[in-house]
């Protein structure tokens, strides 16, 4: 018998390693199963007819057309929604077609299921339909006086006639990004045949989804199973309902499976996108460069509905000025509602927009003083123990700012450009420019992001382990979106039950609890904090039942002593476990915005370098540093693939993307003229991680996957400012503006 436990092998893929991804080797072969791929025997086919117009009556409206048209099955509108008229993530305010009225230009208004996708589509086209064209309501400035909003939020905290020495003021715009997930909104409805429905379709959270269906299908909660599928990116566009319903529907009057899959153009009017913002600063400071008062008023366009505006315009708000410490504030902010196609969640969710206008302010500030532009953020770093600038909020948790910017300080700047190669200079190949012409800038963006749902939400995450002799199963509705949250869920759990054979049960909603949105980077807090601590609980039932002190990879031991294997565990006697994990409990602020509305912080620290050809107006991101404060570092390479991924979204806004709206029409959408960043326009990534443990979660980790995209885009365009000697006050910063035009 083996007695001593020092002798035992060391586990394999557990926290702090990087083991390779269950779904990695698929997703490179071609072999993963998105939801593109879904197939079911004798499946119908939907496409979706939309509304042409920003603000409309439907004056006429005839499927008979369609109904005609060979090889159609069924075609539905309003008319033939059986329960509640409408859905939305918090209020149903968003009806499930159009009906009366259009509000955005893509609303959906009918769909139709056919043999196969071509006929589909061209029943759509048959539908006779006319419009009385409205005059839309497109200016967020417009919506605003008009008192068009969903939530209007005031924060004033400290003495509102304070002053400083020195004061900074600035307007700031930022375009509408769209998320841009390679793989477009696709689903399946599957029919029971008793008057309920499995559907298997993209999305970030199937219960959410489930709370919105079954009421607008009228059946009960038991008869919508949504089950987690496989997909090709989020960022928060797969937050909402999008065609849910309509597979649902379909699936349930014709008794057939229904499969839909958009386009990418219909993707873009298919999901929401990120709020466009116009935002209004004044910063005040004593002469050595310590903030005395910061006043905003933010307007953000949330569309024609609801979606998640209202917690996006809370994050705006209670995100305002940053990491950094100020006693007297003043935040005026309101989500708008327009004519324009929703906007809702996207990664950074309400902290991006506001990260330009602060970082921008913190720069004009220690200009305007004379001071080292990172120094100004170090003197007014928040930290653990500090109390929020907005919500007053004291920081319990960790908070590493002045750590952050003290280890991006010790990072080397690049070599200058020696080379006339044009892959290295503004324009590439394009051969326009003259390395003579390229001027260098460098920038700093440090923002603040809460972690998990805020304002009295009660935001938790069910997670069942079964152990037996197959292995050890996490059961978890958690949807995983390329993020790595299966593989680190695994790591968390090998660590704790000294097991390798982990498995990631993906549960449909009708065999496991809700696990939260896939977003508000709370996956590895939440689920894998479920799962931590569920195994835990079954570890310490393990230890108790054979009276052990100590559990490793060959079993439990007693005194030194090995009292029984792991595999005895699982074969003599299969066992599980479930919980219900829950972060730290928020609260509702009061009437001024002050009171306790997050859970946790992480903060963020980037340095962009940019060449630029000021004389073209073009732009090229050399290196982007990055530092980041991520409380206890659970798999180094999912970490770098979540800093690098996002750093390059940063870069995306910051310099290429944006949806252009004209009268409330999305003009690009497509992927020829809505610009992404290419593996070309990626800059170098240099990446360090300062370890604070968070209070709560698994071994204290945090979420890492918004904070790279909320620092990185205002780093490139204070590099850009720095390189061309002039305010900028829109993103992305385009060619015109560079020159001056």
Not at 120 to 143: C, F, G, N, R, S
Not at 336 to 341: E, L
Not at 503 to 520: E, F, R
């Amino acid at each position: 018998m083996t007695t001593s436990p020092t002798t035992t092998r060391r586990l394999r893929g557990g926290v702090g390693e990087s083991p390779l991804r269950p779904d990695g080797i698929p997703k490179v072969v071609g072999n993963f199963a998105y939801a593109s791929d879904l197939h079911a025997e004798g499946m119908l086919w939907g496409a979706t007819l939309r509304s042409p117009h920003p603000k409309a009556k439907i004056t006429k409206l005839d499927i008979g057309p369609a109904l005609a048209f060979g090889g159609v099955v069924d075609v539905i509108t309003q008319e033939d929604v059986p329960g509640r008229p409408g859905f939305g993530m918090h209020v149903p305010d968003q009806p499930v077609f159009a009906y009366g009225e259009c509000n955005y230009w893509g609303e959906p208004i009918a769909v139709v299921a056919a043999h196969d996708l071509d006929t589909a589509k061209l029943a759509v086209k048959a539908i006779d339909i006319e419009y009385e064209v409205l005059e839309p309501l497109t200016d967020m400035e417009e919506a605003d006086a008009l008192d068009s909003q969903t939530r209007r939020m005031k924060i004033r905290r400290g003495d509102q006639d304070a002053f400083g020495a020195v004061v900074v003021e600035g307007y700031y715009e930022v375009g509408q990004q769209d998320q841009a997930p390679l793989g477009t909104e696709a689903g399946l409805a599957l029919p029971d045949g008793a008057g309920g429905v499995d559907l298997y379709a993209v999305s970030q959270w199937v219960h959410s989804d489930h709370w919105q269906i079954y009421p607008c299908l009228d059946v009960a909660p038991e008869q919508v199973r949504c089950h987690p599928v496989g997909m090709g990116g989020a960022f928060g566009a797969r937050e909402d309902v999008s065609m849910h319903i309509h597979l649902c529907m379909l699936a349930l009057r014709t008794g057939r499976p229904v499969k839909m899959m958009y386009d990418r153009a219909e993707s873009f009017v298919g999901h929401v996108h990120r709020h466009p913002a116009r935002m209004w600063y004044r910063h005040e400071a004593d002469s050595d460069g310590t903030l005395v008062k910061a006043e905003a008023r933010i307007i953000l366009d949330g569309g024609a509905y609801e979606s998640s505006s209202n917690a996006v315009i809370a994050n705006a708000a209670y995100f305002a000025f940053g990491p950094y410490k100020c006693d007297n504030t003043s935040v005026d902010a309101v989500a708008v509602r327009t004519n324009n196609p929703p906007a809702g969640a996207m990664r950074g969710f309400g902290g991006v927009q506001t990260a330009y206008a602060h970082e921008a302010q913190m720069d004009r500030l220690a200009d305007e003083l004379g001071i080292d532009r990172l120094e100004v953020r170090r003197i007014n770093a928040l930290g653990h123990g500090d109390n929020m600038n907005t919500s007053g909020q004291l920081i319990e948790g960790s908070l590493p700012t002045a750590e952050l910017i003290d280890e991006l300080a010790k990072m080397p700047l690049p070599d200058p450009v020696a080379s006339t190669d044009p892959r290295h200079l503004p324009g590439g190949t394009g051969l326009t420019t003259e390395p003579g012409h390229v001027r260098r800038g460098v920038g700093y963006g440090v923002t603040l992001k809460n972690l998990a749902f805020s304002e009295a939400f009660d935001d938790y995450s069910d997670a069942r382990i079964s152990i037996s002799p197959i292995g050890v199963e996490v059961y978890t509705a958690a949807a995983e979106v390329g993020q790595g949250l299966v593989t680190v869920i695994q790591q968390l759990v090998r660590d704790v039950l000294k097991m390798e054979n982990v498995a990631v049960i993906w549960s449909d909603t009708g065999v496991i609890g809700s696990a939260g949105s896939t977003s508000a980077s709370r996956q590895t807090q939440m689920t894998g904090g479920a799962a931590y601590f569920c195994a835990r609980e079954l570890r310490e039932q393990i230890l108790a039942e054979y009276g052990g002190d100590d559990l490793s990879i060959e079993g439990v031991w007693l005194r030194g002593e090995l009292i029984v294997t792991l595999d005895e565990i699982c074969a003599l006697q299969p066992r599980q476990h479930e919980i219900r994990y829950r972060h730290p409990e928020t609260f509702a602020t009061d009437e001024n915005g002050q009171g306790d509305p997050h859970p946790a912080y992480a903060v963020a620290a980037h340095r962009a370098v940019v060449d630029v050809d000021p004389e073209l107006g073009l732009v090229r991101v050399v290196q982007v540093d990055a530092v980041h404060d991520v409380g206890k570092l659970l798999n180094p390479v999912a970490a770098l693939g979540q800093i690098e991924g996002g750093t390059a979204q940063g870069v995306g806004l910051a310099t290429l993307e944006e949806l252009v709206l004209e009268k409330g029409v999305i003009k690009n959408p497509n992927f020829t003229d809505y610009l992404l960043p290419t593996f070309l326009d990626a800059p170098h990534v240099e990446v360090k991680w300062v370890e604070e443990p968070e209070r709560w979660g698994p071994l204290g980790a945090k979420g890492i996957g918004e904070p790279p995209t909320i620092s990185a885009g205002p780093a490139v365009a204070a590099a850009i400012r720095d390189a061309i000697g002039r305010h900028l006050y829109r993103v992305p910063v385009l060619p015109q503006h560079i020159v001056g035009l």
